[in-house]
Structures are given as structure tokens and as C-alpha cells.
């Protein structure tokens, strides 16, 4: 049964930083990953999306990668500001068969940029 | 307007009632699916469905049923709502046209859900 775990449940930093988010899976037999983004009471709106045959994909100051074998993504933020106050959501999206199109979530983390 | 659009986004009822909740798409998508989201549990699959004939359980689909009315509907209902079925609902879609965004999944405002 594929597990994701996000690494630190909580972030707070302030304003200006560069800042990196952790996601670990443990079934390396996925299609993709997708990095979302949930304010608190809202939906989830998607960041990025990382196929399996990807290393990385950038949007804006998100960048996002992808370490299929050792089961790693991370999602990298750049000059951070208060508006990027928000729950991060990692979740994989199994590989084939009875498992396309399923995510699993880790937990999320909450950030919070301070000014 | 929102592409997934869910109704209603807020809802309380108590234990024992039937509840339903409704899910319609502008998107085209044709796979849906239907998650709740919990403090400390993060979100989990209930039911999903790829088109209009299928529908398949996820990891938590006891006490739920779904309907897929349409291409574009998706709806949820709990026969006999408990308590421990409060949380917040999620509707989400994603497209099977072969292109670089193929699998990703597109989500609702979300119904938030309380059974006394």
C-alpha cells in the first residue's frame, strides 16, 4: 500500500526566504505526482504536476522535482511572501491497472511567511 | 464559474438522515472522483468513476453510494448519515486525452459536512 509522508508537518518563515518542502513515497511505481496548494476552508488548487518520466517542472517560483527511485519529491519556493501562506499537499497517482488514477496524500504542510 | 463546482458547501444534519452530495464539471473530464478530508488523516478516496458506466470503491467506501448521472455529474450520498462521517468532501476531476497533463486531478470548493 502506497504511504506519502511530508516533511515538516509546519513551516514558519519570514518573508524573503527560499524555503523546501518534503514529500517521500514508498512505492516508486507511479505515474505522476502533484503538488497542491489549500487555503484554510477552501479547495485544492494544483501547483505542479510531475510525470513519471520528468525530473522537475517550474512554475513561476515553484519548482518542483522528482526522485522516482528513492521515492523523493521536493517542492522548492523562491523569495517567499505572506500570500504563499497556505497547506501544501503532496499526492502520487499510482502506476497502471487498479491504481491509475488514485492519489494518495501525505498530510500536507502548513506554511506560514511571516513580513 | 468554477469548473467542479459542488453543492451544497455547507451542510448539517443529524444522525440517521440521507444526504446527498452533488458534484457537476464544465471541464469534459471524463474520470471523477469523490475524497473526504480529515484533520490529521489527510484526504481519502471513496468512490471514483472513469465514465458514465463505471463506478468503482476506493479505500473508505462503506456507508457511501454514488451515481453517475452524466458525463458532467458526480453525485455522493450517504443513506444513514453518522457522526463520524463528518468532514469535508471533495470532488475532483481529471482527463484521459494522451497529453502532457494527463492524470491530473482538479478539485471542487468542497462540501463541508456535519452530522449531529
Known amino acids: 500500500k502506497q504511504e506519502v509522508t511530508q516533511i515538516p508537518a509546519a513551516l514558519s518563515v519570514p518573508e524573503g526566504e527560499n524555503l523546501v518542502l518534503n514529500c517521500s513515497f514508498t512505492?516508486?511505481?507511479?505515474?505522476?505526482l502533484q503538488w497542491f496548494r489549500q487555503d484554510p476552508g477552501k479547495g485544492l488548487t494544483s501547483l505542479l504536476l510531475?510525470?513519471?518520466?520528468?525530473r522537475e517542472q517550474t512554475s513561476g517560483r515553484l519548482n518542483a522535482s522528482l526522485d522516482k527511485s528513492s521515492g523523493r519529491s521536493t517542492l522548492y519556493i523562491a523569495a517567499s511572501q505572506p500570500g504563499d501562506s497556505a497547506t501544501y499537499l503532496c499526492?502520487?497517482?499510482?502506476?497502471?491497472?487498479?491504481?491509475?488514477?488514485?492519489?494518495?496524500f501525505g498530510q500536507g504542510t502548513i506554511l506560514t511567511v511571516h513580513p | 464559474d468554477a469548473d467542479v463546482t459542488q453543492t451544497p458547501r455547507n451542510r448539517i444534519t443529524k444522525t440517521g438522515k440521507r444526504i446527498m452530495l452533488e458534484c457537476s464539471q464544465t471541464?469534459?473530464?471524463?474520470?471523477m472522483y469523490w475524497y473526504r478530508q480529515d484533520p490529521g488523516l489527510g484526504l481519502r478516496l471513496i468512490y471514483y468513476?472513469?465514465?458514465?458506466?463505471?463506478?468503482n470503491k476506493g479505500e473508505i467506501s462503506d456507508g457511501y453510494s454514488v451515481s453517475r448521472q452524466a458525463q458532467a455529474k458526480f453525485s455522493l450520498s450517504l443513506e444513514s448519515a453518522i457522526p463520524n462521517q463528518t468532514a469535508l468532501y471533495f470532488c475532483?476531476?481529471?482527463?484521459?486525452?494522451?497529453?502532457?497533463?494527463?492524470?491530473?486531478?482538479?478539485f471542487g470548493e468542497g462540501s463541508r459536512l456535519t452530522v449531529l
Open positions: 475532483a476531476t481529471s482527463p484521459i486525452a494522451m497529453t502532457e497533463n494527463t492524470g491530473e486531478l482538479f
Open positions: 512505492d516508486s511505481a507511479i505515474y505522476n
Open positions: 510531475i510525470q513519471s518520466s520528468q
Open positions: 499526492a502520487v497517482n499510482g502506476a497502471g491497472g487498479t491504481s491509475y488514477g488514485k492519489l494518495t
Open positions: 471541464k469534459g473530464h471524463d474520470r
Open positions: 468513476s472513469f465514465d458514465v458506466k463505471d463506478i
